[in-house]
């Protein structure tokens, strides 16, 4: 059984956070995050402290508990230190930049593929092979980065495509030569 719903949640110095009634909003140099907790969930702040409780063991409340501490603890961090995703973009003539907030990619097709970054998304390309997506919501983060990476899936074979930093491809073997 998870105990991670029991955690009290530390505030940070400069990070303002306001509970009504099921709206949990945190403010911080980073952006301001909100959020609807579930009715079941009581949300409170003691001291420096955001407390999460749910009114009874049923299976249903259990979860939901872990969850919406797991979901306000990533909102206090996103707001300080913000969330980032690593791409790396790996095949011959794949080459990726920067242009005003749009990304631009070479990506082997007859076109260049073109996203524009999402409201509270930073996009870096620090390399002609490299994208870091930033922001302080970590699930839009991971988000846009999954799309990004939707473009062109790394390939088993030569490993070709856009993958995720962390990210380890099982390589195959190629087709068997005649003897």
Same mark, same amino acid.
């Given at each position: 059984?998870? @105990?991670?719903? !029991?955690?009290?949640?530390?505030?940070?110095?400069?990070?303002? *956070?306001?509970?009504?009634?099921?709206? %949990?909003?945190v403010?911080?140099?980073?952006?301001?995050?909100?959020?609807?907790a579930?009715?079941n969930?009581? =949300?409170?702040?003691?001291?420096?402290?955001?407390? =999460? #409780? +749910?009114?009874?063991?049923?299976? #249903?409340? +259990?979860?939901?508990?872990?969850?919406?501490r797991?979901?306000i603890?990533?909102? %206090?961090?996103?707001?300080?230190?913000?969330?980032?995703?690593?791409l790396?973009?790996?095949? =011959?003539? /794949? +080459?990726?930049?920067?242009?005003?907030?749009?990304?631009?990619?070479?990506?082997? !097709?007859?076109?260049?593929? =073109?996203?524009?970054?999402?409201?509270?998304?930073?996009?870096?390309?620090?390399?002609?092979?490299?994208? *870091?997506?930033?922001?302080?919501?970590?699930?839009?983060?991971?988000? !846009?980065?999954?799309?990004? @990476? #939707?473009k +062109?899936?790394?390939?088993? /074979?030569?490993?070709?495509?856009?993958?995720?930093?962390?990210e380890?491809?099982?390589?195959?073997?190629?087709?068997?030569?005649?003897?």
């Amino acid at each position: 059984m998870s @105990r991670i719903g !029991f955690k009290p949640i530390t505030i940070p110095a400069g990070v303002d *956070v306001n509970i009504d009634g099921t709206a %949990v909003t945190v403010k911080g140099p980073k952006g301001t995050l909100s959020m609807n907790a579930h009715p079941n969930m009581k =949300v409170s702040v003691e001291g420096s402290e955001i407390i =999460v #409780e +749910r009114p009874n063991d049923e299976k #249903e409340n +259990r979860s939901l508990h872990g969850l919406t501490r797991t979901l306000i603890a990533n909102m %206090v961090t996103g707001v300080t230190d913000g969330f980032k995703k690593n791409l790396e973009v790996n095949g =011959v003539g /794949y +080459r990726v930049q920067l242009q005003g907030k749009q990304l631009v990619m070479n990506l082997g !097709f007859s076109h260049q593929v =073109v996203m524009e970054a999402p409201e509270g998304i930073t996009i870096e390309c620090p390399s002609a092979n490299a994208i *870091v997506v930033s922001g302080a919501d970590k699930q839009k983060v991971g988000q !846009f980065a999954a799309q990004i @990476r #939707e473009k +062109r899936p790394p390939e088993p /074979y030569k490993g070709k495509g856009i993958k995720y930093a962390e990210e380890h491809i099982r390589r195959k073997e190629g087709k068997a030569g005649k003897k």
